[in-house]
């Protein structure tokens, strides 16, 4: 019978000297004893061995998953640390954008109040004189001019703005790579760790070594192993991107605080010049039509009494035919001539009307006043030979007279 551990096997072996050593009897296979002895003695070290490397396994693995769980709760707190930092930033950037533009609807309704106040004094100036205001040229350019550079600088904070958000994006690309290259490279060295005590297992099958592992190699490598750095550099290159990509992320955010108040400034300008724009075009409807007003009462009628005469001296008497009067002839003409270039000017766009009214030599101003003085400039020149208005006389033998106003523009036709 052969002993399993090696206390047994000393029971044994000093049981049998001290019986050996009473009786006096030795036995002639000291070599057989001395084997069996190196063989128990190799098995109970390699026992020993396993178990020892499997307590420190264990003791390694559950360190490695403490600190792994550690990293990954520190990423977690990071994260939203950051993500805090964010919400943070972007409440207080929206704090005080409402607060600045409460303050412009402050200053822009105390403004509006107060050029709404002279407006109407210098209407009722303009009133009083019937004196017709022209618009300044000047202004209008610069206030367009002021309009494109306005939209320009808001198309490249439009642009920077998309930049910022593409590199926000790419950055949370880059740390969730980061993360499962991380995750990866933990996976890889626990897999050699466990192909390593495979291949260093005294039962494997394949073969060892050395009966006895040994945490030292006995023999000298063919060659230095090369340190693997390809991780270490792209962890390397990643962090330079990452704070490449925050530098230019503060520098975007710094630019677009500075730009803020001068935007403010622009848009404001831009609106009152919009509002004065539109103040002086109604300002200047209302003095065209106090100025036709004007016009149309001091206008002087004139009479047909030498044709009233003379057909009073005519010596034709009894029935006469009835003809057409020619003013109600003309005036038909003219009603039809208005319809139809009405009809043909309505179809054509705003580009066509300020071609029309460039080649008339007239102004434009809006689209359905453009139309009105391009008929009447053309009825002008069609019916030409009207130039005075008519005034009836009756052929009573009293003498008395009756007067009949009647337009030589045709204003009915044209209305």
């Known amino acids: 019978m052969v002993p399993t551990s090696y206390w047994e096997y000393c029971c044994y072996y000093f049981s049998s000297t001290a019986y050996s050593a009473v009786t006096g009897q030795h036995?002639?296979?000291?070599?057989?004893?001395?084997?069996q002895r190196l063989i128990i003695l190799e098995n109970t070290v390699a026992e020993i061995k396993i178990r020892h490397d499997a307590e420190v396994e264990k003791v390694k693995s559950k360190r490695d998953e403490e600190e792994k769980k550690k990293r990954d709760d520190d990423e977690k707190e990071r994260r939203e640390q950051d993500r805090k930092e964010r919400e943070e930033m972007h409440r207080q950037m929206m704090e005080d954008m409402n607060k600045k533009w409460?303050?412009?609807?402050?200053?822009?309704?105390?403004?509006?109040?107060?050029?709404?106040?002279?407006?109407?004094?210098?209407?009722?100036?303009f009133a009083n004189n019937a004196v017709a205001s022209t618009s300044s040229t000047k202004a209008t350019i610069e206030g367009e001019e002021l309009i494109?550079?306005?939209?320009?600088?808001?198309?490249?904070?439009?642009?920077?703005?998309?930049?910022?958000?593409?590199?926000?994006?790419?950055?949370?690309?880059?740390?969730?790579?980061?993360?499962?290259?991380?995750?990866?490279?933990?996976?890889?060295?626990?897999?050699?760790?466990?192909?390593k005590n495979e291949a260093l297992r005294p039962g494997n099958k394949r073969g060892c070594a050395a009966v006895t592992p040994t945490t030292v190699a006995r023999t000298r490598n063919r060659a230095t192993p090369e340190p693997t750095t390809g991780l270490a550099g792209i962890v390397h290159r990643h962090n330079l991107e990452l704070e490449a990509l925050k530098n230019l992320r503060i520098v975007d955010f710094?630019?677009?605080?500075?730009?803020?108040?001068?935007?403010?400034?622009?848009?404001?300008?831009?609106?009152?010049?919009?509002?004065?724009?539109?103040?002086?075009?109604?300002?200047?409807?209302?003095?065209?039509?106090?100025?036709?007003?004007?016009?149309?009462?001091?206008?002087?009628?004139?009479?047909?009494?030498?044709?009233?005469?003379?057909?009073?001296?005519?010596?034709?008497?009894?029935?006469?035919?009835?003809?057409?009067?020619?003013?109600?002839?003309?005036?038909?003409?003219?009603?039809?001539?208005?319809?139809?270039?009405?009809?043909?000017?309505?179809?054509?766009?705003?580009?066509?009307?300020?071609?029309i009214c460039a080649k008339e030599g007239l102004k434009y101003v809006t689209s359905k006043r453009s139309v009105e003085d391009i008929i009447n400039q053309r009825m002008k020149t069609t019916f030409s030979d009207e130039g005075k208005a008519v005034q009836e006389v009756s052929d009573d033998t009293g003498g008395g007279m009756a007067e009949k106003e009647v337009s030589a523009e045709g204003d009915a036709a044209t209305s």
Do not use: H
């Open 27 to 35: 036995r002639s296979n000291g070599w057989y004893e001395a084997r």
């Open 148 to 195: 494109r550079q306005l939209l320009r600088e808001q198309e490249a904070m439009k642009k920077k703005l998309e930049e910022s958000i593409a590199a926000q994006k790419r950055l949370e690309i880059l740390e969730n790579e980061m993360t499962l290259m991380r995750t990866m490279r933990d996976e890889a060295l626990k897999e050699v760790e466990t192909w």
């Open 254 to 355: 710094n630019a677009r605080r500075e730009k803020e108040p001068e935007n403010d400034q622009l848009r404001v300008t831009m609106e009152e010049e919009a509002n004065a724009r539109c103040e002086q075009e109604l300002e200047n409807e209302r003095l065209r039509t106090v100025i036709a007003d004007i016009e149309a009462a001091q206008r002087v009628p004139c009479t047909n009494l030498r044709q009233r005469i003379e057909e009073m001296a005519s010596t034709d008497k009894g029935k006469q035919k009835t003809v057409t009067e020619p003013l109600s002839a003309r005036a038909m003409e003219k009603k039809k001539f208005a319809k139809e270039q009405r009809k043909d000017l309505g179809n054509r766009k705003k580009d066509g009307i300020i071609e």
């Open 102 to 125: 409460e303050k412009i609807c402050e200053k822009m309704d105390e403004k509006k109040g107060d050029s709404r106040k002279k407006e109407i004094d210098r209407l009722r100036s």
